[in-house]
C-alpha cells in the first residue's frame, strides 16, 4: 500500500473510491446514487483544491486502485486558513489495518510543515471505531450536533472533535 498526496490524474479512481464508500458504509455524507459528478468535474476539483497552500487529499494505492483517502480543507479567509476540516473514508476490506493512523501521521506531518494550526471534523456518535482512532490520533471531543443528520430514516448525533497542534 503506498499513500501519497492526490493528483490530477486521479479524477476518475477518487471518483470511484467515493461511489464504493457510498454503497459500503453509512457513516460517509452521501447515500447510493447521490454522487452525481462527473471525471471531468471531479478532476477540476482535485485541480482547484491543490492550487491551494492549506488543502491536500491523501490517497492510499492498493494495486491500481484507491482504497482509502483523507482530505484537509482549510479555511479560505485569513481568519480560518490555518483551521482545516478533515474528511476520511477507507474502503471495508482494508479497515483495521492501520491505514487511518498512517493517513493522520501524514496528515500531521503536511500540517505542521505548513504551519497551520488546528485540525477538526465531525463523526456519527455510534461511529465508535472511528471515534477510537481519532482519541488515539490526538482529537478531543468538542461538542454534539444533536439530529444533524438522518440516518437509515432516524436522526443521529455527530460528535465535534479537534486537535490543536503545537506552534513553535
Excluded at 476490506?93 to 497551520?116: P, Y
Excluded at 432516524?154 to 479537534?162: F, I, T
Aim: charged fraction near 25%; charge should be negative.
Amino acid at each position: 500500500m503506498n499513500i501519497r498526496a492526490i493528483r490530477e490524474s486521479d479524477g476518475e479512481q477518487f471518483l470511484l473510491l467515493g461511489k464504493a464508500l457510498d454503497e459500503e458504509t453509512q457513516f460517509m455524507m452521501l447515500e447510493p446514487g447521490e454522487r452525481t459528478t462527473t471525471i471531468e468535474e471531479q478532476t477540476q476539483r482535485i485541480r482547484d483544491l491543490l492550487s491551494q497552500d492549506n488543502q491536500i487529499i491523501f490517497v492510499v494505492e492498493h494495486g491500481n486502485q484507491l482504497v482509502g483517502f483523507l482530505g484537509a480543507l482549510g479555511g479560505n479567509y485569513s481568519r480560518n486558513h490555518d483551521c482545516v476540516h478533515v474528511v476520511i473514508g477507507i474502503r471495508q476490506e482494508f479497515a483495521g489495518q492501520g491505514i487511518g493512523k498512517e493517513l493522520f501521521e501524514a496528515l500531521e506531518k503536511w500540517a505542521v510543515d505548513h504551519k497551520l494550526h488546528r485540525l477538526e471534523l465531525t463523526v456519527m456518535s455510534h461511529n465508535v471505531r472511528a471515534i477510537h482512532l481519532y482519541e488515539k490520533m490526538g482529537f478531543k471531543a468538542e461538542g454534539t450536533k444533536k439530529d444533524s443528520l438522518m440516518v437509515n430514516g432516524k436522526y443521529v448525533d455527530e460528535y465535534y472533535m479537534a486537535r490543536i497542534l503545537a506552534r513553535d
